[in-house]
C-alpha cells in the first residue's frame, strides 16, 4: 500500500511531452507528484514504439516526474498496426482490446519512475462490448473486449471473465509494470478488477454521483487490500469542460478527505489557457489545491475506512443501463438482468435518503432524469459497497446491511448472521438470503425478526415507507456526507444547495 499522504496529478498527452518539449511543463506553482500521461505506441517522432517509451520515461525522469502511462487508442480505432505489423487491439479469438507486448512494457520502465500502466475506461469497453468502435462503424462492427461464453448465466460469464482478467493484468505486472490500473465511467467492477490485481480508479464529476462512486470503489479497495485512485473528470456528456473550476477543486477536497490514495485532472487542456500560456480559472484552482493539500500529513487512507452501513451483492454489472447502452450483463448479449440486479439501486435510493436516483447514480441514462442539473454530492452516511465474498472482518464495522443481488457466498451469509447475533447488526434482506432459522418465522412482505443482539428485516421492498422509516436513525444527516474511520476518525462534509461543493464540518 502506498503512503497515506495524498497524490496529486493531471493527465496530459505523450504529444504535449514528447513533440512539444520546448513547451511542455509541469505548468502549476506546486508541482503535482504524478502525471497522468496518455500514450499511443503508433510511430511519432520517427520513433519505434519502445523507442518511444523509453524517451517518455526519461523526458518525465527530467523532469524530476512520475507517471502513470495510460491507453485509449483502441477504444475508438479499428484497427491499429505498427510499421512491423503488430497488431495493438484485435486477437486471433474475434476479441478487441489492447495488446501490449513485454518489451514495451519495460521500456516504460526503463527510469525506474513508472508507477503503472492503465487502460483507460475498462470497465465501459467491456460491459458495453468496444461501443465506440460500435458507433463509429454505424454498427458494423460489434466485438467484445474478452471471450463471451455461451451462456445465459451471469454467474458463468463473470468466472470467464475473472479468469481472462487475471490472466491479462498478471502479465503486465509479470513485464515489469508495478500496478495496473482501470478507470470507470460506469459504477461497476470494481471489485471483481481489485479482485484480479487491477487498482480501482473512479471517475468523479462527469456524469455520475462522486461519493456514491467512492463508496463502491471504496468498498472493492478496503476488501482487496488495493489503493485507490479518482479521476476527476472534466467531461460532462459531449461537453469538454463540462463542470466548473469550482466543482473541480471540491471534488480534488472530496478525495483527500475521503482517503483517496490518488488524484488526477482530466485533463491538463482544461486548466491551461494556452492562447495566453497561463493558467485559466480551472488551472489557477488546481494550483490552490495544490499548495494547500500536495504533501499535506494525512494519517489515514481508504485502508483506515470504516463504514456503518453496507451493501453485499454479487456486481453483475447493472447499474441501470437502458437504450444505446449494452443491456447484456459483461456486455454479453445473451444475460439479461431481472428484478434482483435492479435491487441494489433502489438501496442506494433509500440509503440517500432518496437522493440518489432510483435507476442508479448517474446522469448516463437516456431519459428526463438526464435533463436535471449535475450534482457532485448527495446525502451519504458512512456507506461502502461489497461483493458476495466480503469476510466478516471487513463487515465488522458496520451497524446497517443490505444482502441483494444474485448471490451472496455462504461464508458472507455465515459472517452477517454472527454480525447480527454477536455485534448488534441489522440486516435487511429479501427472503432467499435469510437465514433458515429465520425464513421459518417470516410472515407478511415485511417482517422483523429479533436474532442475538441485532435482527433481520426481511423485505422485497426496499423503497417501503416502513423501511425507510425503520432505518431512518441510521441514515445521517440530509445534505451531509459523513465517513468513519479507525480510531474513531470521523469526516463530516456540508454540501451546498447545487451539490457541487463540501465544507468541513
Known sequence: MEDKKLKIGFNAFDSEVLNDTSEFRLPFGCNPDFVWCHSDPSERNGLADCDKARALAEKFKELGCDFIVNFEFQNFAPE???????????????????????????????????IGIAYDEFEHVIINRNISLWLGSKGKINKPAFRQADTKDALVQGKELENDLKEYAGKVKEWGSPSFSGEHVFPVLYHLFARCGIIPNFKSQKESVSNIQFAIAAGAA???????????????????????????????????YAGVNRVYVEAESALVNKEKNALNDAGLRY????????????????????????IIRYDDSYWGQNLIWARGLFGNKKIHPD???????????????????????????????????????IT???LAVFDDNVTKETLSSLKLCFLTGLRISEE??????????????????????????????????????????????????????????RIEPFLGNRNEIRLTFADNREIRLKIDEKGEKIDVI
Open 80 to 114: 491499429t498496426y505498427s510499421a512491423n505489423g503488430y497488431d495493438w487491439s484485435n486477437a486471433p479469438d474475434g476479441t478487441h482490446r489492447l495488446r501490449l507486448y513485454e518489451d514495451y512494457v519495460k521500456a516504460f520502465c526503463s527510469c525506474g519512475n513508472l
Open 222 to 256: 478496503l476488501q482487496y487490500g488495493t489503493p485507490l485512485y479518482n479521476c476527476v473528470d472534466m467531461w460532462h456528456k459531449l461537453t469538454y469542460p463540462g463542470h466548473s473550476a469550482e466543482e473541480m477543486y471540491n471534488n480534488l477536497k472530496f478525495a483527500y
Open 287 to 310: 494550483e490552490k489545491f495544490c499548495k494547500e493539500y500536495k504533501g499535506k500529513e494525512r494519517n489515514y487512507d481508504v485502508s483506515d475506512y470504516r463504514p456503518e452501513i453496507g
Open 339 to 377: 428484478s434482483r440486479s435492479k435491487e441494489w439501486l433502489k438501496i442506494l435510493h433509500t440509503v440517500t435518503r432518496g437522493d440518489c436516483y432510483i435507476k442508479g447514480p448517474t446522469w448516463n441514462r437516456i431519459e428526463p432524469h438526464s435533463l436535471t442539473p449535475h450534482r457532485s454530492f
Open 380 to 382: 451519504m452516511n458512512s
Open 412 to 469: 458472507t451469509l455465515d459472517a452477517v448472521a454472527s454480525l447480527v447475533r454477536e455485534n448488534g447488526l441489522v440486516a435487511v434482506c429479501p427472503e432467499r438470503f435469510a437465514p433458515a432459522e429465520i425464513r421459518s418465522k417470516i410472515h407478511g412482505s415485511y417482517c422483523e425478526i429479533k436474532d442475538g443482539k441485532g435482527c433481520w428485516i426481511v423485505t422485497g421492498k426496499f423503497t417501503s415507507s416502513k423501511l425507510a422509516k
